[in-house]
């Protein structure tokens, strides 16, 4: 069974860093675009960061864009978010996601596989 897990979620301080971790398995994900979605309370699901199969390429959204970075390491079947200068406003459920597409991930409304989510809070 297809699963992505993810962890490294928690409390943090304005201006502290977590790094996020989203674990593969039941199958290889080193063909699909793989991203970070996030969900604050009262707000829409947001689309965050992704990155194509290979690492050649990646998306990320002006709210992170010079603060968080999206790795992976296909050996490993992870995909990795570092989060750096955290925000209060950064406090959400925070998604993996994959898509055998990059249109898919970055534009579709229906991603092919999703984690369960992990909670970052940072207190201000």
């Known amino acids: 069974q297809e699963q992505l897990v993810e962890s490294g979620g928690g409390l943090v301080q304005a201006g502290g860093s977590l790094r996020l971790s989203c674990a593969a398995s039941?199958?290889?994900?080193?063909?699909?675009?793989m991203g970070w979605f996030r969900q604050a309370p009262g707000k829409e699901r947001e689309f965050i960061t992704g990155?194509?199969?290979?690492?050649?390429?990646?998306y990320y959204a002006g709210s992170v864009k010079g603060r968080f970075t999206i790795s992976r390491d296909n050996a490993k079947n992870t995909v990795f978010l570092q989060m750096n200068s955290l925000k209060p406003e950064d406090t959400a459920v925070y998604y993996c996601?994959?898509?055998?597409?990059?249109?898919?991930?970055?534009?579709?409304?229906?991603?092919?596989?999703w984690g369960q989510g992990t909670q970052v809070t940072v207190s201000s």
């Open positions: 039941g199958r290889t994900f080193s063909s699909y675009a």
């Open positions: 990155i194509s199969w290979n690492g050649g390429r990646t």
């Open positions: 996601a994959a898509d055998r597409a990059w249109n898919g991930l970055v534009f579709g409304t229906s991603q092919d596989y």
